[in-house]
């Protein structure tokens, strides 16, 4: 058995299929679940026979992401992305640019935003830099928030005029994801510099009421 198809059997022999319906409810999913919690897909994940190959290693993932009959299996391809990072390099954006678009909702676009598509950001700056920068005003409102949300593990070494770029491309969008990331980016920094992110704010009168208040949430 091929290893898609095998972490495919175990998730289904892993489920709950009593929780199942309420992780779809929670989630808001088309796509059904096998109802595997986090911890227990931790566990699947951790038993699985390691990966020697950066092109199986592709190939599952985008196996188990493009023929997902259950959300779960998105997850797993995640996870497994997130197992191997000495095989993330820039040939991978077209991939994350994907799975944001098709994925479509935040579970999956926090994650591949933070872990993925930052630290690619982090570690290839003047290659990525002018493609967030393209997300930024894309049409797509899942690759915008990528775009406001990818510094979020940045700290010190924040790019505020890529920051301040996404957020005042997207300051007056009345998407709720939108007006979420853009308060997370800032309370975020606020931990760097709250002054800038105080400052920030003034300056753009224009902010959200959400925006504004998750912004500011722990600055005095």
Known sequence: MDLASDIRTRLASAGDPGRAPDMQRYMKSDMPFHGVAKPARDVLVRQLPALTSRTEWLDVIRRLWREAQYREERYVALDLLRRYPRWQELDLLPLYEEFVVTGAWWDYVDELASRHVGSLLMA??????????????????????????????????TD?????????????????????????????????????????????????????????????
Not at 124 to 153: F, H, N, Y
């Open 124 to 157: 290839q700056r003047s290659a990525v830099t002018p493609v967030m920068r393209e997300w930024a005003v894309d049409e797509d409102r899942w690759k915008r928030r990528v775009a406001v949300i990818c510094q979020l593990g940045a700290k010190g070494e």
């Open 160 to 220: 505020l005029r890529l920051l301040s770029f996404a957020i005042e491309a997207n300051v007056t969008d009345t998407d709720f994801f939108l007006r979420k990331g853009i308060g997370w980016a800032l309370r975020q920094y606020a931990r760097v510099d709250a002054e800038w992110v105080r400052a920030f704010v003034a300056d753009h009168p224009e902010l959200s009421g959400l925006s504004r208040r998750e912004a500011l949430k722990h600055i005095s």
